[in-house]
């Protein structure tokens, strides 16, 4: 089992700035490094961040240049660094990884709400 916890969400004017972190514990040595989605209200889950392999990141077009994927391997943390934050980043965000065995886990979210 993995259990993903996310943190760092809050209220932020237009502008601002936030750092999202996602802790993984457990039976992490079978995993892929985390993801970040977010769903908005009425909306879909998207994906907003990834690894892709090794340092290479993949980024929605929607956050490229703003938003930045990181990690700690020895705290076994990913980070999400956001800037420049706009009221329609406002969303859930999520953590995600998949195990070996193609288990996916979900962190249960971490709420970003962006005035204007």
């Known amino acids: 089992q993995v259990q993903l916890v996310e943190s760092g969400g809050g209220l932020v004017q237009a502008g601002g700035s936030l750092r999202l972190s996602c802790a993984a514990s457990g039976s992490i040595f079978s995993i892929t490094p985390m993801s970040w989605y977010r769903q908005a209200p009425g909306k879909q889950r998207e994906l907003v961040a990834r690894?892709?392999?090794?340092?290479?990141?993949f980024y929605a077009d929607s956050v490229k240049g703003r938003f930045t994927i990181s990690r700690d391997n020895a705290k076994n943390t990913v980070y999400l660094q956001m800037n420049s934050l706009k009221p329609e980043d406002t969303a859930v965000y999520y953590c995600y990884s998949i195990s070996s065995y193609g288990v996916g886990y979900w962190g249960q979210g971490t709420q970003v709400t962006v005035s204007s």
């Open positions: 690894f892709i392999s090794g340092s290479s990141t």
